[in-house]
């Protein structure tokens, strides 16, 4: 077990140094210094201004280390990022390890009702229209999933913000406070609909696992030894497809802190999505690259956590 | 060549490819079987996807002259497509609301009245019209970035699985870091690098898109070069090459073709997402869409215009999911047991 763990450790520290790399090779390479320079001060900047612009964000030493090791971007890009020491943004020079840690509480405050509501509900309601299966209700539902899967989350926000923020007045239409007191009003919007958006995809795959499932051979034992169809699902069916449904849920963790990109930016969330927007708009490619990177690790760490734990409930895994 | 010839040419060589296509595919017994099941069962939404697709047909084949809306001197220089030229009214002063006589906000009377089913938009432009280009657009991000996605896919797949060793270990490594990057923060970071543009958004839902596919050949190929036929066609002297092309990419063809049906709709909506950042494409509907975001807040609302894009995407992405998922049911074996 400890030699699977290490192994699996060691590949994620290999998998982190590839993404440094890709990160490089498009914040470096393909949209070199001068064009990052150009962005930032306008097309029409004189060549002596994107230098001294170059040299005052400290992208001015060679990209490669052909020439020094130690003296160029490539060796900085790593030596930076993998001890978290970020810099300042490229537009206004805040430290950007201070935004980040600014916008975690405001996205977490909306995604995380998000993913445990969606979860209780998609997990529920696939189980419903499993139960029903090759029925009516069953193809009725699926019929539903597949319609809600076909409309962009555009459309889910703005409908959503038109209809119950401006017709209805139930309420706000946008605004952010961390104050308890009024923040369920403000949160309340972009919960509902970052639930309902992704509801069609999740009810109709946890559909698919537990249909999956109700073929099984000890499916058939239960029924036989006299058990409830209701028994059934929620004993045997529910039990054996925890595996599927938490391979796709340990998956979607990491986003609980990117939050929304669009749910943030239209509800006026001042959270790390809200960030990620503004670095886009800003043509802000320092913030956007240690973004890209956090949200990678985060990413790459849930992925060790999920095989670690495989690994300890399956011994079959460790052997491969 | 100017763009319009290229555009003339491809649309000549994509109808005979998918003639040819369609041809090889009725040959063979399975294909024929898999095919007419699929109309059997979905006929409307296939007839729907292709009223879409001969729409995007048609607006790619344009050419210089002929009659122009108004007293149009630019539009005289410009080659227009079939759909162009089917509005040849020209713009209106502003707002109008469908089938109106009059624009929306100071009454002025159109230059033609109650002939703009879906209204106009702010410049006046009609949205019928509009809403008609988006189609070519919607459908240019799903097969453009396909072209891309698919062969690389395939490629790196197949060779990865059936050889192994190194290349194998190479491309696994790849493929894990690509999907350790949350794809649409990748997404955005390659579209800011490359710049804005029709081929640099397919290009970067390429690359962010390939990495999928690529696990499930490659996933499927490792199945297949096991299997007993495979090893019999080795024994027998055949070549890698010709067990390739003829044993391990026919048998992988099934899923490429479900992957993609349920990728194009997933394009799509990324395309619509990165038309709100202000990264998508020129003319599509996700465009339409964010343009028409503040539009609701006024007073009166002006609706048509959200309404017309968001429905028109909705009805292609509606049939393309309906068709994937009785084309999944169909082609994959694993889903027949429940028949049985």
């Known amino acids: 077990m400890l030699a699977y763990i290490l192994r699996r450790l060691g590949y994620g520290v290999g998998v982190v140094f590839g993404v440094l790399f890709v990160l490089f090779v498009l914040f470096f390479q393909i949209a070199t210094p001068d064009d990052i320079a150009r962005r930032a001060l306008g097309e029409k900047a004189r060549a002596q201004d994107i230098e001294d612009w170059k040299a005052n964000n400290g992208y001015d030493r060679p990209l490669w280390p052909w020439q020094d090791f130690r003296d160029n971007q490539l060796f900085t890009h790593y030596h930076s990022m993998l001890r978290f020491d970020f810099g300042r943004s490229d537009v206004d020079g805040t430290p950007i390890a201070r935004r980040l840690r600014e916008g975690v509480a405001p996205s977490l405050t909306i995604t995380v009702p998000i993913f445990v509501l969606s979860l209780l509900l998609t997990v529920l309601l696939g ?194 | 060549m100017e763009a319009h010839h290229v555009s003339n040419l491809l649309v000549a060589l994509l109808l005979l490819g998918a003639a040819a296509t369609g041809r090889a595919l009725w040959r063979n017994r399975l294909w024929r079987e898999a095919l007419t099941e699929l109309w059997r069962r979905r006929r409307l939404s296939l007839l729907t996807i292709a009223l879409f697709i001969s729409v995007g047909l048609l607006d790619s084949v344009a050419w210089i002259g002929g009659e122009v809306a108004g007293e149009d001197l630019l539009a005289s220089h410009e080659a227009r497509s079939v759909i162009d030229r089917l509005f040849l009214k020209p713009a209106e002063g502003s707002y109008s609301a469908p089938f109106a006589t009059h624009t929306f906000y100071n009454k002025q009377p159109l230059v033609a009245p109650a002939g703009h089913p879906f209204g106009t938009d702010i410049l006046g432009r009609d949205v019928f019209h509009r809403t008609l280009k988006g189609v070519r657009v919607a459908l240019l991000i799903g097969g453009f970035t396909s072209l891309i996605a698919i062969p690389l896919a395939l490629l790196l797949g197949i060779r990865a699985g059936y050889f192994g060793g190194r290349f194998d270990d190479m491309v696994f490594f790849v493929m894990s870091t690509l999907a350790s990057i949350p794809s649409l923060l990748l997404l955005i970071a390659l579209i800011l690098v490359l710049g804005r543009g029709t081929w640099q958004v397919c290009v970067a839902l390429g690359i962010t898109s390939w990495v999928g596919l690529c696990r499930v050949t490659r996933g499927e190929t490792l199945k297949l070069r096991e299997l007993d036929y495979i090893q019999a066609a080795k024994a027998l002297g055949v070549s890698n090459g010709r067990i390739l092309l003829r044993h391990i990419l026919p048998n992988l063809m099934h899923l490429v073709i479900v992957t993609f049906v349920l990728l194009f709709s997933q394009l799509v909506l990324s395309e619509a997402t990165l038309a709100y950042l202000g990264i998508g494409v020129d003319g599509s509907w996700g465009q339409m869409i964010d343009q028409a975001r503040t539009e609701l807040s006024r007073e009166p609302v002006i609706y048509w215009n959200i309404a017309a894009a968001g429905a028109a995407m909705f009805t292609l992405l509606l049939a393309v999911n309906y068709v994937g998922d009785a084309l999944r049911d169909i082609l994959d074996p694993r889903t027949l047991r429940e028949d049985a």
């Open chain 1, 127 to 320: 189980l419903f229209v499993a139960f029903f299966r090759e029925t009516y209700i069953d193809i009725a539902g699926v019929f539903l999933c597949v319609l809600g899967m076909s409309v962009s989350i555009l459309l889910y926000i703005i409908g959503g913000q038109f209809l119950i923020g401006k017709l209805l007045h139930w309420f706000p239409i946008s605004g952010f406070d961390l104050d308890p007191s009024v923040m369920l009003r403000f949160i309340a919007l972009p919960v509902m609909i970052g639930v309902l958006s992704a509801a069609g995809g999740d009810v109709r795959f946890y559909r698919t696992v537990f249909v999956e499932e109700t073929g099984r051979d000890y499916v058939r034992t239960a029924r036989a030894k006299g058990a409830g169809e209701l028994r059934v699902m929620l004993r045997h069916v529910l039990r054996n497809s925890l595996i599927p449904i938490l391979t796709r849920v340990v998956v979607t963790i990491p986003f609980l802190f990117v939050g929304s990109l669009l749910l943030e930016n239209f509800f006026g969330i001042p959270g790390l999505g809200s960030l990620t927007v503004d670095s886009i708009q800003q043509n802000d490619f320092r913030t956007l690259r240690v973004i890209v990177f956090v949200f990678s690790l985060m990413f790459i760490g849930g992925q060790i956590a999920t095989d670690i734990s495989y690994a300890a409930v399956d011994s079959r895994v460790r052997l491969e």
